[in-house]
């Protein structure tokens, strides 16, 4: 083995000025140990002498040898004087493409030998494909850790704008938010230029034909000028009030729509509270189909109370018991009396005849004249004592409770005693009563107000209230008829019909006019014959339903809007046996719904009762 084997591996190539300072004293050690002078052979030029350290560190940057000022002959260079024949120099620089491990050699000059023979030898060295060595002389690029490109980026923290995908994000968002403000500010632009827009309707059609003081509230996408009456239609015509504010207009109906109807609300010239463009704002909605509640008493079974349409064919019983005195209905509820041996029950469940809950009585006693207050949530009745005598007990008392059953019973006072009532309605639309008692006193009492009893005189009847008017329809004790304004008092005879058709028994006032029942008699004055007048508001009067001497009209009522009426009729009141309830009737009624606008009947119903009616018939 050789020393070179011996010695450790150095870089194939000097690439510090350590090494390459190295090679030189080498080079010149070994040429002093030789001989004093250099020699030549082959006519190859004779080496430049080594320099110092200190001398040679700026002639290396120049590439000139300092002692003779000619370059520095590199490796390569050297490698093929001595090709050419020419004696290399006593220390030999390895060709970077060489495969020997060996660096460097030192020799006399006597026992050089070519670097021919040693050619093999380096051709022999694959060994350094083995070995990792160039991965060793690649070290040095290692050490240039700053410029690494290869390893990935930290993600750039938020906020810092320095990172390309920060800026991308930012460019992103500004366009988008760029985008957003022209839209907006052209939505504005058209806004302007358009005028004011509804945004939203808010409508119940199904309570709006049940019940007056219903509402279709419109909503702008701006705030709006004052809004006048006067700007407002309604087609079909409804009487209306308006509530203005803001970007909302409220037009409340003070009367029920009718059914089956679409209705369009415009309100003409909407002008934006801050100027601009007028417009007319519109909406359209459908009132659905009606359907009513009949009650049909049954002397072989129970008795029924059933829903159904105006055709008659899609009836469905909603309720049964064995005997059914007396219901009414709200929009959302039936209150139903019930007689037992012990006395009356008042139930009050949902319109599909579910959850049924009783509601508390003054006492074990008897119920009758059933009505309800929708807007006021209220339930009234007369009530006795099962127990009644000369001294004891309470007779024909007027009592309200909550629907809700969450109160206790109210028993109507005068003066501070209870007041024994003759007749009583409620007033359409309100929590307010109007009664007549037995001493003929007419009065008016609010229950969602502490104002007490007003006294309005004094009566013999109270034919009907009108509703959304306030304006009751009473008879005096003179048997003159009057219109009644129930919040001032004041009040004017009721006008005759034309033709006039005589003093009716009962009158009942709808939304446009009244039906009046009247009785024809002959110049003995036995009655020969029934008839139920249509009387619109200007006096004009109509024949509706007719009957001879063997039927009877029992009721006439009109549906919420004026729209049906409803009449009940005993036919054949000879053969019709009356049952034997509290409000006792013909066991035979029928029931004739007719369109009151064109006269024409629709049909006819088995039962009475009809939930259009503020109160149950009377015979």
């Keep these: 083995m050789s020393t070179d084997d011996e010695r450790p591996d150095l870089p194939a190539v000097p690439r510090t000025r350590a090494e390459l300072r190295a090679a030189r004293e080498a080079e010149a050690a070994a040429a002093a140990a030789d001989s004093p002078s250099p020699s030549v052979s082959d006519g190859g030029a004779a080496e430049p002498t080594a320099q110092s350290p200190d001398e040679g560190g700026g002639a290396e940057r120049d590439g000139t040898s300092p002692a003779t000022d000619t370059p520095v002959v590199s490796p390569a260079a050297r490698g093929a004087r001595g090709a050419g024949g020419e004696r290399p120099t006593r220390s030999t620089f390895v060709p970077p493409d060489a495969e020997s491990t060996t660096s460097f050699a030192a020799h006399s000059t006597t026992d050089y030998a070519p670097p021919a023979p040693v050619q093999p030898k380096a051709e022999k060295k694959p060994k350094a494909e083995k070995k990792p060595k160039p991965a060793k002389a690649a070290k040095p690029a290692k050490a240039a850790r700053p410029e690494k490109p290869a390893k990935p980026e930290k993600p750039a923290e938020p906020g810092k704008s320095g990172a390309p995908s920060d800026r991308r994000f930012l460019l992103a968002l500004g366009a988008v938010l760029g985008i957003l403000v022209l839209v907006g500010a052209g939505l504005g632009v058209v806004s302007l230029t358009q005028g004011p827009r509804i945004t939203e309707v808010q409508v119940d059609p199904t309570e709006a034909i049940e ?33 203005a504010a803001g970007r909302g207009i409220g037009i409340r109906f003070t009367v029920p729509l009718d059914d089956d109807t679409e209705y369009t609300v415009k309100v003409a010239d909407a002008v934006g509270a801050g100027g601009g463009p007028s417009a007319t704002l519109s909406t359209s909605f459908s009132t659905p ?16 109370i059933f829903r159904t349409d105006l055709s008659g064919e899609k009836a469905q019983p909603v309720f049964a018991a064995d005997r059914i005195n007396d219901f009414r209905a709200t929009s959302s509820q039936l209150v139903v009396s019930v007689e037992e041996d012990e006395g009356s029950k008042l139930l009050v469940m949902d319109r599909d005849g579910t959850d049924q809950r009783e509601l508390e009585l003054p006492g074990v006693g008897y119920v009758g004249a059933i009505q309800v207050s929708d807007r006021g949530g209220l339930v009234g009745y007369s009530y006795s ?109 009721l006008e005759a019909s034309t033709p006039d058709y005589g003093t009716a028994i009962t009158i009942t006032p709808y939304p446009g006019g009244t039906l009046r029942h009247v009785v024809s008699r002959d110049e003995n004055g036995l009655p020969v014959g029934q008839a139920v007048i249509r009387v619109n508001d200007e006096g004009a009067a109509t024949p509706l339903v007719e009957v001879d001497s063997t039927d009877s009209i029992l009721q006439a009522c009109a549906s919420p809007s004026g729209q049906y009426a409803a009449v009940v009729i005993a036919p054949e009141l000879a053969d019709n046996p009356y049952d034997q309830m509290l409000l006792p009737l013909p066991e035979n009624l029928e029931t004739h719904l007719l369109d009151l606008r064109t006269g024409d009947e629709i049909v006819a119903l088995t039962g009475f009762d009809a939930s259009w009616c503020q109160t149950a018939p009377q015979f």
């Excluded at 189909?289 to 029924?304: C, V, W």
């Excluded at 969450?406 to 024994?420: F, I, L, Q, W």
């Design 211 to 243: 019940t007056s003081g219903s509402r279709v509230i419109l909503t702008a996408n701006q705030s709006l000028a004052a809004i006048d009456e006067s700007q407002v239609t309604v087609d079909p015509a409804v009487p209306f009030t308006l509530d």
């Design 289 to 304: 189909a009606s359907h009513i509640f009949l009650l049909r008493r049954d002397p072989d079974g129970n008795d029924q």
């Design 385 to 493: 004592d099962k127990e009644l005598s000369d001294t004891e007990g309470r007779a024909s008392v007027l009592v309200t409770q909550s629907l809700s059953g969450d109160d206790e019973p109210v028993v109507t006072e005068v003066g501070g005693k209870e007041a024994n009532i003759f007749v009583w309605q409620f007033v359409p639309d309100s929590s307010a009563v109007l009664f007549i008692d037995f001493d003929g006193a007419l009065s008016l009492v609010d229950r969602s107000t502490d104002a007490g009893v007003q006294s309005l005189g004094l009566a013999t009847t109270i034919q009907g209230i009108s509703r959304g008017t306030y304006t009751a329809i009473v008879e005096r004790l003179d048997g003159t008829v009057v219109e009644l304004n129930l919040a001032d008092g004041s009040e004017v005879p």
